[in-house]
DNA sequence: TACATATGCAACCTTTTGGTTGCTTTTTTA
DNA sequence: TAAAAAAGCAACCAAAAGGTTGCATATGTA
């Protein structure tokens, strides 16, 4: 739900790689996580509960296995924050320009 | 210059706030920063350095006062980042649509 | 020049983070 | 049913984060 836990959690080149390897439809239980990331179960565990945490994924434990699945809404929020940053830089920069411009008439 | 770094020094509230101020024209100076912000000033400097060393802000010293500027390329960086992952995403999704259709058929 | 302002650097402290090992439980499967 | 695969929980540990205080230094200003 905030913003900056979704940041935080994103903030980590484990967890990142994580993330992009899911977005692109690898690494779909805990296990795999962590043999392919070459940490212990835990290790990767405790990554995947950080992100789980931001809502960034989603752990179903199915029988015996934990499945792994990207969720884009965090990331859509994340996105919409940042642009709404630069967009208010933007603006402030416009009004920079055209006090300028007045100033010199 | 590394993506994870610039999640990381986005994933704070305290430093969320300063650079949504930023982005809208407040917090020239350290002081003004840990003044707004009601931290000790080596605190607030702290905080800054980290957005500093993620090159989201500037920080210039101008005769007895720190001038902080808010830098936005970074955060177009991590912007793209996201972008991406989305795409890969959506195309992932696309690709999986497209696989039941040609079972149905 | 003397004083106040703005800052820098270093040390210190507590909490969080990233990672581990050990042991138990649940679910398959041979 | 017995073995192995996948996972959960707890404890532990070193390093990093977030924050503080203290002291020194540079810069404006009265």
Redesign the interface.
């Known amino acids: 739900m ?12 484990v967890r ?1 790689e994580i ?2 390897r899911l ?3 690898s690494l779909y239980t805990l296990s795999s996580v962590s043999k392919d990331l070459g940490l212990t179960r835990q290790g990767a565990r405790k990554h995947l509960q950080v992100l789980a945490d931001a809502e960034l994924i989603k752990m179903e434990p199915t029988g015996r296995n934990t499945i792994i699945t ?1 969720a ?1 809404a965090s ?2 929020a ?2 919409s924050f ?2 709404q ?2 967009r ?2 933007d603006v ?1 920069l416009e009004a920079l320009r055209e006090f300028a411009e007045g100033d010199k008439s």
Chains 1, 2 share one sequence.
């Open positions: 905030l913003i900056a836990e979704t940041f935080k959690a994103l903030g980590d080149p990142l993330i992009e977005s692109s439809g990207f884009p990331l859509k994340a996105d940042i642009k940053l630069e208010k830089w402030r």
